[in-house]
């Protein structure tokens, strides 16, 4: 086993958070944002390239860890802030 730090890998349609973030005690997704891809890596070895990320079954590889073109709805981007998701 390794003790490589782990970063957030943020499935398609999620906003991309800053470098090194890590969601706050009691954090959960916005529920407007689409369900992960069934077998979606959420935390990535820091060292593993986003090239070299699992590509979960479905996608189109030669889009890494993005949806194909066709499976993206919006161009709009978000800035994740700590307050945005949270459930109450």
Do not use: C, Y
Not at 19 to 25: C, F
Not at 27 to 42: F, I, K, R, V
Not at 72 to 82: D, H, N, W
Request: hydrophobic content about 25%; overall charge negative; cysteine-free.
């Amino acid at each position: 086993m390794t003790d490589d730090p782990l970063v957030f890998n943020p499935p398609p349609g999620w906003p991309k958070p800053p470098d090194g973030w890590v969601p706050p005690k009691g954090w959960s997704p916005d529920p407007a944002w689409p369900d992960p891809p069934q077998g979606w890596q959420l935390w990535l070895p820091s060292d593993l390239d986003s090239d070299q990320a699992p590509v979960p079954e479905g996608s189109d590889p030669a889009q890494g860890n993005r949806p194909s073109p066709a499976a993206e709805t919006s161009t709009e981007t978000k800035v994740l802030t700590p307050t945005q998701g949270l459930r109450s």
